[in-house]
């Protein structure tokens, strides 16, 4: 009843304050910016732009965004892409970012997560590793948005589309799971090593995903231990009229959205007082980097009431994956029957989410992998969003997924096209993602700690940094 209630609110109440405040905040602008208005009023109207801005961004309602992606580039050379959608499902669709070029790179399934955010929240990602990537995305839909005719989406649902989408793609994709679906594609990958071992992908890198949560409790870990399945089950809600998905159980995206911010409250306030700010200034670049932000970090998508529920219980309540008690369609999971893929983990140290350690406890699941086809990354001074976008995903962790990808290529003879070597000498008039040119990239090798003969327990080992320049896109001089 509170999602009904809040809808009637966004579309009968909060709507007109939005246009108002639309028509007031454009005035203001106009008469804060026109030469026939004194200087002495022109504070007047800054104060006035930024109070309409700001109440007519507290009620709107942010559709889902665009990707947007039309062209990358390598080194100075444009290259054109195209998005197509390749594979439909009620639930989820495969969209593919075709670039115009000869190039043969490595084929990247890119695994969004669905916990909230809608899949463009990876657009960096995606023009990060456009260049030297052929990417595919998961671009998993709205639960407001499928009729309820469609049937339930639950985890094992999401397992069961991964693995028709690498049935599709084959086993010459590269994975990048980034997050939430870092657990199902680890349960995939278990299932084509039972079932299909034929299609088993080169290559896969699991970003700052909660594999073994109780490896680094943060917040997010606390509260799904704090609390039972019976009281996750107090915030389902049913999907209101008006929306293709009416009587569809889902957690609603806004209640996702509500305990996201009210993990750093603060920076959001100060973000948001600093709009105000630049909206009195009149300083127009830092206004429209924060709309970007937000108008993204505020576009969020209902999950169906089986999957959240599914996934509070399996992944963060019992834990069941790194227990190897997760059954899927009558098999029991068993991650150290995977072999023959690369795999490498991807962690930031300050995650607040994900803490560093939760993805790296796999290495330690996947007994099956040769330890020289595993690989560890803890990269320093980022957070949870620094591991999959930002200027250090952009010169440090991105290179090396694109290194390793090559790597596990050359081991099942693939033939790619050579990653180019240039020097960049005007970063600033660089079009190249990789425009700011790193360290020597290395690859830091996942080892097994022995302490007193004895494993380690704790499944983090110990890191051994491993030279690799030959693996990376930008060749430092």
Known sequence: MQ??????IDQGLARPVN???????ANADALQNSPFVPAAFQPFFGHAKGISTLWERATRSYPKPEFGIKETFLGEERIAISQETMWRKPFCNLEHFARDTNRIDPKVLMVAPMSGHYATLLRGTVKTMAPFSDIYITDWANARDVPKSEGKFDLDDYVRYLIDMITVLGPDTHIMAVCQPTVPVLVAL??????YPELMPASVTLMGGPIHPSMNHTQVTKLAKDYSIEDFRKVIDIVPPMHAGFMREVYPGYLQLTGFMSMNLDRHTNAHWKLFQHLVEGDGESEAKHREFYDEYL?????????YLQTMDEVFINESLPKEEKEYEGILIKPRLIRNTYMMTVEGENDDIAGAGQTQKVH??????????KFGLLQP???HYG??????????????INGLAHLAGRHRGYQYSELPTFHVTDPEQSASPYKKMPKPWAL??????????????????TSMVIPVTDMSPVQPH
């Not at 278990?190 to 079932?195: F, H, L, S, T, Y």
């Not at 996947?366 to 086809?373: A, E, N, R, W």
């Open 381 to 383: 001074k980022v957070g």
């Open 444 to 461: 830091a090798r996942h080892d097994y700690a022995q302490r007193g003969g004895e494993p380690d327990t704790t499944g983090r080992g």
């Open 190 to 195: 278990c299932v084509i090593a039972e079932r």
């Open 364 to 373: 330690e699941m996947c007994s099956g992998i040769s330890p020289d086809m």
């Open 387 to 400: 591991v999959f976008n930002g200027s250090r995903f952009q010169t440090e962790i991105a290179p090396r």
């Open 19 to 25: 246009v108002w405040s639309h028509i007031a905040a």
């Open 299 to 307: 576009a969020v998508m209902d999950l169906t009431a089986e999957f």
């Open 3 to 8: 999602y009904a209630l809040k809808d009637i």
